[in-house]
């Protein structure tokens, strides 16, 4: 059953993957996100990280997206050109792609590992508690970091977004035309 | 007939990477701005995805530590990224990457 799941789900991923890559509507390409991160978070509740899922689903799904498409509406629908000005780009593109997943796909046969399934491990290991406890007391100072990278962010984004922060093109046309 | 019905960590980091090369596909293929980002965050997905599984193969919530930081990195990147593309939209009046050569010397 639960191998049923994973095959439906991964072909609903790399589909929506797919959509985005090669769909000539912005939109669409953020709501194919959608999709794919939503499967995700099912891969994650398989794999016993329920904080995760819920996490990704918040985080990402959520919060994450929504900024897309809030910047997608402010910006009009505009997908630019799909294929490029470089005739080359586009094969050279899927050859290398094609490439690298002839490369890494044999890279992650991994039945060296211990192959623990699922059964054997304890309900401690998918707890959310066991993994607050482990990020405030082990990593307590990469979590106290990540806080201050998210005000550096914050901070960031508002100075990037201020009016005046940079004169556009158009400003600078019209000061010339005013000296001249 | 086994690969097929009894799913593996090996599944999944596969499906990862494959995840991971279609981000990449989307970064070299796509001149919209906003694509090229949703496909960087479709590689850091993908690779979150292969902390999970690996994080339960190995019985240990490192991966998944790892993960929820990637997740936190992530969200303050699109921050300050799209307001790069909103910067760089009110300035040139398109989010097409190639025209981003201002910087030429």
Redesign the interface.
């Given at each position: 059953m639960s191998a049923l799941i994973f095959w439906l789900l991964s072909i609903v991923a790399i589909g929506a993957a797919l959509v985005l890559i090669f769909g000539r509507n912005t939109v669409h390409g953020v709501l194919a996100m959608v999709v794919n991160f939503a499967v995700v978070a099912v891969f994650y509740l398989m794999l016993q990280a329920p904080f995760i899922a819920a996490v990704q689903v918040i985080v990402y799904a959520g919060a994450i997206l929504v900024l897309f498409l809030f910047v997608v509406m402010l910006m009009g629908n505009d997908p630019g050109p799909l294929w490029e000005h470089l005739a080359v780009q586009r094969p050279a593109a899927i050859l290398l792609v094609l490439l690298l997943i002839v490369a890494l796909v044999p890279m992650m046969d991994v039945r060296n590992l211990t192959g623990v399934t699922a059964t054997l491990i304890g309900p401690e290991f998918s707890d959310p508690a066991s993994l607050a406890r482990l990020l405030y007391s082990e990593y307590i100072l990469p979590v106290e970091v990540t806080a201050l990278l998210l005000l550096a962010a914050t901070v960031g984004a508002v100075v990037l977004g201020r009016r005046g922060a940079y004169r556009t093109k158009r400003e600078e046309v019209l000061d010339l035309d005013e000296v001249v | 007939m086994e690969a097929?019905?009894?799913?593996?960590?090996?599944?999944?980091?596969?499906?990862?990477?494959?995840?991971?090369?279609?981000?990449?596909?989307?970064v070299?293929?796509?001149?919209?701005?906003?694509?090229a980002?949703?496909?960087i965050?479709?590689m850091l997905?993908a690779v979150?995805?292969s902390f999970?599984?690996?994080?339960?193969?190995?019985?240990s919530?490192?991966g998944?530590?790892v993960?929820?930081?990637v997740?936190?990195?992530?969200?303050?990147?699109?921050?300050?990224g799209?307001?790069?593309?909103?910067?760089f939209?009110?300035?040139?009046g398109?989010?097409?990457i190639?025209e981003a050569h201002e910087l030429y010397g």
């Amino acid at each position: 059953m639960s191998a049923l799941i994973f095959w439906l789900l991964s072909i609903v991923a790399i589909g929506a993957a797919l959509v985005l890559i090669f769909g000539r509507n912005t939109v669409h390409g953020v709501l194919a996100m959608v999709v794919n991160f939503a499967v995700v978070a099912v891969f994650y509740l398989m794999l016993q990280a329920p904080f995760i899922a819920a996490v990704q689903v918040i985080v990402y799904a959520g919060a994450i997206l929504v900024l897309f498409l809030f910047v997608v509406m402010l910006m009009g629908n505009d997908p630019g050109p799909l294929w490029e000005h470089l005739a080359v780009q586009r094969p050279a593109a899927i050859l290398l792609v094609l490439l690298l997943i002839v490369a890494l796909v044999p890279m992650m046969d991994v039945r060296n590992l211990t192959g623990v399934t699922a059964t054997l491990i304890g309900p401690e290991f998918s707890d959310p508690a066991s993994l607050a406890r482990l990020l405030y007391s082990e990593y307590i100072l990469p979590v106290e970091v990540t806080a201050l990278l998210l005000l550096a962010a914050t901070v960031g984004a508002v100075v990037l977004g201020r009016r005046g922060a940079y004169r556009t093109k158009r400003e600078e046309v019209l000061d010339l035309d005013e000296v001249v | 007939m086994e690969a097929l019905t009894t799913i593996t960590t090996t599944h999944y980091l596969i499906l990862s990477a494959i995840l991971f090369s279609l981000g990449v596909l989307g970064v070299l293929m796509r001149r919209s701005a906003i694509i090229a980002f949703l496909s960087i965050e479709l590689m850091l997905n993908a690779v979150n995805l292969s902390f999970v599984a690996l994080a339960r193969d190995l019985v240990s919530l490192d991966g998944q530590v790892v993960v929820f930081f990637v997740m936190t990195v992530a969200a303050a990147e699109v921050a300050v990224g799209l307001a790069l593309i909103v910067a760089f939209y009110r300035s040139l009046g398109t989010t097409d990457i190639d025209e981003a050569h201002e910087l030429y010397g």
